[in-house]
């Protein structure tokens, strides 16, 4: 059984008919929305996008090796805003090796968390850092700090999930800080490190953390909040600690999934639904992807109530693998790879699957009802492209609190690093 970390606490591991504005691709547009939802086979979501929304940009064709972010935010941008003439699914390539330069340094950045500053604390290898994504038939354009800055300026972003959430959101920081570097504001709010909160005044933009690590809401089966034992999960609640706020934000990526894999018992509607590996006696198993998939529809149902969040986006960034090898975190696992899988080196299977599968149904299904309402709701598919990353966690080069350094980090994601994709992909779509 994989099992995830997640800070200090270290884991066990779905209408209108298609309107203007989602064009599915040609192998998913054989019928009705529920029709292919329920009947074609689960396995086509890997073969092509789930979801290829119409006014997503279209990606320019390569024409020779990209260049990667060596340019300036000038090159980046003229790169993002010429008239580009195909689409493609930015979320399905390869890895390749154009020799790239990092955007920043952890000298360049300061929000890098000790756990994530793989080169303060002596990797000695940088070739991770060279890699480039690249989708299949297209190129996706470097990461412009200035032109994300304008799409946001005035707004709010929330990370809602687990730790891995705060990953995604310091290598944003990272991008942003060579246009503007940030105020930390978090103690106007909360003294917790799970909640943090950075200020842009010279584009009035805020950045925020809320660390809910099942969405829903969690507490320790015995009563408290400790989070040592076997957890409980409330599976019709969202989490009070983002749903209190969300309304107050422009925009909500949500994630979760390397926490599912601990003993869990699971309630609905206030009572015994069942769990997973809890060791009770007379307890239904449940299983852990099926209470995951249940998470994300209570959260993103949550969300879609929200009031006063007109023109914001909702995104789902999907299940983002770990790569222990050789044993778990506990017991020898480790991740000492220096370069990305090819495609035919690895292939989502497993647990990944099993995450994936349960994340693209709901959203799906979200995706549907969103659009129905007047909403708009976005996949960050970051899945199938991390899959083919162990060379990019931190491994041992970090700094663990309470001295945990003999345990290796395979979960999180080196700042900088392969994560700073995610943010190119965001910007694109």
């Known amino acids: 059984m994989k099992v995830a970390l997640s ?13 203007a504005a989602v064009n599915f691709r040609r192998a ?14 689960l396995w086509l979501l890997l073969a092509s996008s789930p979801v290829q929304p119409r ?20 090159a980046a941008g003229a790169a993002v805003l010429m008239v580009r003439e195909k689409k493609c699914d930015v979320f399905k390539g390869k890895w390749v090796f154009p020799d790239a330069t990092a955007y920043y340094t952890n ?17 000695p290898d940088t070739e991770f850092l060279k890699w480039r994504w690249e989708p299949d038939g297209c190129e996706l354009p470097p990461f412009n700090a200035s032109e994300f800055m304008e799409m946001v300026r005035g707004k709010s972003i929330a990370f809602v999930g687990d730790s891995v959430a705060r990953n995604h959101m310091q290598s944003l920081l990272c991008l942003l800080s060579s246009v503007e570097q940030p105020e930390d504001i978090s103690l106007r709010y909360s003294t917790d490190y799970n909640f943090k909160r950075w200020y842009f005044p010279n584009h009035n933009l805020t950045l925020a953390t809320f660390w809910a690590p099942f969405l829903v809401r969690s507490t320790d089966a015995h ?9 409980s999960r409330h599976l019709d609640e969202p989490h009070p600690s983002w749903f209190s706020e969300i309304g107050a934000f422009h925009h909500v990526i949500i994630s979760a999934g390397q926490w ?8 609905q509607n206030g009572q015994l639904l069942g769990c997973s590996a809890c060791g009770w006696d007379n ?13 994300f529809r209570t959260t993103l149902k949550a969300i879609m109530g929200t009031k006063n969040r007109e023109g914001g986006i909702t995104f789902l960034r999907t299940f983002s693998p770990s790569h222990f090898e050789n044993g778990e975190w506990n017991d020898g696992g480790s991740c000492t790879r220096t370069k990305p899988f090819t495609t035919d080196e690895k292939k989502l299977e497993g647990y990944d699957l099993e995450f994936y599968l349960a994340q693209m149904e709901e959203f799906l299904e979200a995706e549907r009802r969103a659009r129905e309402e007047g909403m708009k709701m976005r996949l960050l598919d970051t899945t199938r492209a991390m899959l083919l990353r162990p060379d990019g966690h931190p491994n041992r080069q970090c700094n663990w609190l309470k001295s945990k350094v003999a345990q290796a980090d395979c979960v999180h994601w080196c700042l900088p690093g392969p994560i700073d994709t995610w943010n190119e992909l965001l910007l694109y779509i």
Do not use: W
């Open 55 to 74: 006014d997503y940009p279209p990606a320019r064709p390569i024409e020779g090796k990209s260049s990667g972010p060596k340019g300036t935010d000038t």
């Open 7 to 19: 800070e200090e606490h270290h884991s066990n591991k779905n209408a209108l008919q298609q309107s």
């Open 260 to 267: 599912f894999f601990r003993p869990l018992v699971y309630y």
């Open 223 to 231: 009563g408290g909040q400790t989070f040592n034992g076997v957890l």
């Open 28 to 41: 998913l547009t054989v019928g009705p929305t529920m029709i292919l939802l329920t009947a074609i086979p």
């Open 283 to 295: 307890v239904t198993e449940v299983s852990r992807f099926r209470a995951c998939q249940t998470a």
């Open 107 to 123: 000298q360049t950045c300061h929000a890098i968390s000790d756990q994530q500053n793989c080169m303060k604390f002596g990797r």
